[in-house]
C-alpha cells in the first residue's frame, strides 16, 4: 500500500479508535495495529493503558491514575534504529491513563529490536507462489507485585490486528467467543484477540496469514490504467472514423462536380 493510501487508512481507523475505544467498540487494554506493505515497511499503531505498558511490556512508568503523562519516557522506550516514532497521544477511560504510540519501520522482520517489540517474532516473504507473514507474539514482561488496584475487573482484553495490502488467501484468526475462523472486516482487516489474563501469563500467540503478493492497490491502479487505456482508444478510433467518413464524403462531392 502506498504511503498516501495508508495515512488516510490510519487517519479514519484512529479516529474511530479514539472515539469507542477499539475497533467495534470493544475495550481493549492493549492492542496493536500493523499495516503491513510487502516491501516489509510497516506502520505500527500502539494503543495500551500506562498499567497494560507496565505490565505486560516492563516500561519503568508511575501508573497511578493521578501521575502525569510522561511522554518523552515512552516516545524514548519505542524509538531505534529500526524505528521512527511520529506520534504519542494519551487520553483516559475507566479511571486509567492510555496511550497511543504510532511508529514507522522499514524492516517488519526486525521489529523486534525495538524493545517494547521485543515479544514478537516476525517473518514476511514470498512462499508457494504467495506471500506468507507469520507473527508469534511470546511471553510477557509480568513481574508479580509490579501492580496493585489499578482497576482491572477481569475481562480485559488485548488485540492484534493486521491491516493487509493484498487479497488474503489463508488465516488462523479465530474468534475469541465461539473458536471460530474469524470473519475478515472490510478493508482486509484481522484480528487476534486473547483475555489479558492469558497475555500476562505468556499463552503464546502465532499469527499466520497468506496473501497474495501483488497489491490491492497495485492491482486496482493496473485496472485503472487499462481501462483509461481502453477509453483513449476508443476516442482515438472515434475521431479517425469520423475523418475517414468526412474525407469520404468530401471526395464523393467532387466527384459529382
Known sequence: MSHPARAVLLAIVLAATA????????QY?????????LDRSATLVVNASIPALVALRGLALDASPSAPLDAAK???????PITKVTRVSSWRRGGRR????????GDITKLSEAAPLSWSRYQLGPGNGHHVFEQQVGASALRPGTLRNVGWKGNELVGFRLHL???????NSRDLVTDQPARQARGNILAWEQHLADRLDGVPLDIKVEMESQSILYRT?????????????????????????GAGEAATTATGL
Open 221 to 245: 491502479l493496473w485496472l485503472f490504467g487499462g481501462a483509461f487505456a481502453a477509453a483513449l482508444a476508443v476516442l482515438a478510433f472515434l475521431i479517425w472514423f469520423t475523418m475517414r467518413k
Open 98 to 105: 492510555f496511550v497511543q504510540v504510532r511508529l514507522e519501520t
Open 74 to 80: 515512552i516516545r524514548a522506550a519505542y524509538e531505534s
Open 29 to 37: 487494554e492493549y492492542e496493536e495495529d500493523l499495516y503491513l506493505s
Open 19 to 26: 472515539c469507542s475505544g477499539g475497533i467495534l467498540g470493544k
Open 165 to 171: 495490502p493484498s487479497r488474503i488467501i489463508w488465516h
